[in-house]
């Protein structure tokens, strides 16, 4: 029988209010599905009867077991952690057996995406803070703050699907997006491993400071490395980046003179004299020039300033 005219799979979690971690597994289970060529719908009960005859039961039910793809977290009985120490929750255990599925295979994207978006889910779920803010006391807005708000209403099954919508386009191009970036940053640390160590490296291909700080900032051979010249992916300007202490930090090693930061066209031409120079960030971290030569020329300035 075609699969157009197969019976729709029932996805089955609670009803009335919904966090995070449920409308996060409807959206990866939903996905998984459609990669399959499979046609499901999604129901919202606490009806025993109805859960029972669920294809893929999440976040209700009591039961943990994927033979019977059945994953809630709520019972006695521990359904384990994730490897960090943070419980799963129902996001945490559908991503555990069909993300990596999502993720082609990839197991790199497979587990960045398991680090930034489904543990700090299953956390909040669990009740465990991540973060304090610092001496500013402001914090950052949380995804699941988010959909706090859009479930913030009667309706909660129509806010429900809101949800979902919001939540199944963001991973699908989270995972996207890191596929993508995983496959820039293995080709990266390749180029970069190839090229004679120093101060300064030119990497030919078109990039970006995001990309080129994960590939190469931990890398134990760039420790004398100050500032990485690269096209941009336009490959209209030549940047010259000045490279962090390590991946995880913004305090860098050499920033660019005190006497560029923040100016651009003519002035920063005539400050450092480089012609085609155009900007230069004040915090001190980056610059461009529209020609590679004149990137280069920078760089060896910044290095005697």
Same mark, same amino acid.
């Given at each position: 029988?075609?699969?157009?005219?197969?019976?729709?799979?029932?996805?089955?979690?609670?009803?009335?209010?919904?966090?995070?971690?449920?409308v996060?597994?409807?959206?990866?289970?939903?996905?998984?599905?459609?990669?399959?060529?499979?046609?499901?719908?999604?129901?919202?009960?606490?009806?025993?009867?109805?859960?029972?005859?669920?294809?893929?039961?999440?976040d209700?039910?009591h039961?943990?077991?994927?033979?019977?793809?059945?994953?809630?977290?709520?019972?006695?009985?521990?359904?384990?952690?994730?490897?960090?120490?943070?419980?799963?929750?129902?996001?945490?255990?559908?991503?555990?057996?069909?993300?990596?599925?999502?993720?082609?295979?990839?197991?790199q994207?497979?587990?960045?995406?398991?680090?930034?978006l489904?543990?700090?889910?299953?956390?909040s779920?669990?009740?465990?803070?991540?973060?304090?803010?610092?001496?500013?006391n402001?914090?950052?807005?949380?995804?699941?703050?988010?959909?706090?708000?859009? %479930?913030?209403?009667?309706?909660?099954?129509?806010?429900?699907?809101? *949800?979902?919508? +919001? /939540? @199944?386009?963001? &991973?699908?191009?989270?995972?996207?997006?890191?596929?993508?970036?995983?496959?820039?940053?293995?080709?990266?640390?390749?180029?970069?491993?190839?090229?004679?160590?120093?101060?300064?490296?030119?990497?030919?291909?078109?990039?970006?400071?995001?990309?080129?700080?994960e590939?190469?900032?931990?890398?134990?051979e760039?420790?004398?490395?100050?500032?990485?010249?690269?096209?941009?992916?336009?490959?209209?300007?030549?940047?010259i980046?000045?490279?962090?202490l390590?991946?995880?930090?913004?305090e860098?090693?050499?920033?660019?003179?005190?006497?560029?930061?923040?100016?651009?066209?003519?002035?920063?031409?005539?400050?450092?004299?480089?012609?085609?120079?155009?900007?230069?960030?004040? %915090?001190?971290?980056?610059?461009?020039?529209?020609?590679?030569?004149? *990137?280069?020329? +920078? /760089? @060896?300035?910044? &290095?005697?300033n």
């Amino acid at each position: 029988m075609l699969k157009w005219f197969s019976k729709k799979k029932k996805l089955v979690t609670h009803n009335g209010s919904f966090h995070a971690d449920d409308v996060f597994a409807a959206a990866t289970l939903s996905l998984w599905l459609e990669a399959r060529g499979e046609r499901y719908t999604i129901i919202r009960t606490r009806s025993e009867d109805i859960i029972e005859t669920g294809d893929y039961v999440f976040d209700v039910g009591h039961v943990y077991n994927h033979e019977s793809q059945r994953y809630d977290h709520h019972q006695r009985e521990n359904p384990g952690s994730h490897p960090s120490g943070i419980p799963y929750a129902a996001f945490g255990l559908v991503w555990k057996h069909y993300g990596y599925a999502l993720c082609d295979g990839d197991s790199q994207t497979f587990q960045d995406i398991n680090e930034s978006l489904v543990q700090p889910l299953d956390a909040s779920d669990n009740g465990i803070d991540l973060y304090q803010t610092n001496e500013y006391n402001v914090g950052p807005v949380i995804l699941q703050s988010v959909l706090h708000w859009i %479930s913030d209403t009667d309706d909660k099954d129509q806010k429900f699907m809101a *949800a979902y919508r +919001l /939540a @199944k386009t963001l &991973l699908k191009n989270v995972i996207n997006e890191r596929l993508e970036k995983n496959k820039a940053v293995s080709e990266i640390r390749s180029l970069y491993e190839n090229e004679e160590k120093g101060p300064i490296t030119i990497l030919e291909i078109p990039s970006n400071r995001h990309t080129i700080t994960e590939a190469i900032a931990n890398n134990p051979e760039s420790s004398d490395l100050l500032y990485v010249v690269y096209p941009d992916k336009e490959e209209t300007k030549w940047n010259i980046l000045a490279m962090p202490l390590h991946g995880g930090t913004f305090e860098l090693k050499k920033p660019f003179p005190e006497s560029w930061r923040g100016l651009q066209g003519e002035a920063l031409q005539e400050a450092s004299g480089i012609a085609t120079a155009q900007f230069c960030h004040k %915090s001190g971290f980056w610059m461009f020039a529209t020609e590679k030569e004149d *990137a280069m020329n +920078l /760089a @060896k300035k910044a &290095l005697e300033n």
